[in-house]
């Protein structure tokens, strides 16, 4: 909310900027009325809790896995590539038929490699679909 004050008003005008972590003020006060920009406030994260800026980092630096998707004998090939489809983000259909069948014939495929933290919201989640899933530590880069 935005007040007008008029010269001589006892009011003064505040605007309140939300940034992520950063508050700042700015306050217009008195007669002649010129903008005062006061130093930003960082607000700290509570405790327990991280920015989305510190797990982005620390997803990129965290050592990379491999979700794999194992063979099973319930499961139809339609239904595990809508199940790969729906929960690997940006998962194309080619790519979906092309790792179902490996899994299919070898017993076991890569689905994607990503930060441990992925790989196991990844891995819960096909199991969640009722499919076969684990997940390695990958010996080589993403």
Known sequence: MIMICTPGDKYSLHKHCMS???????SAAGKGGGGL?????IEKTSPGRESEFDLRKSRKM???YRVLLHNDNYNKREYVVQVL???IPGMTIDNAVNIMQEAHYNGLSVVI???Q???EDHCMQLRGNGLLSSIEPASGGC
């Open 113 to 115: 490699i990503c930060a």
């Open 20 to 26: 992520r972590s950063v508050f700042m003020t700015l």
């Open 85 to 87: 489809m729906k929960v």
């Open 117 to 119: 933290v992925d790989a």
């Open 37 to 41: 920009l006061e130093k930003p406030v």
């Open 62 to 64: 965290s050592l990379p």
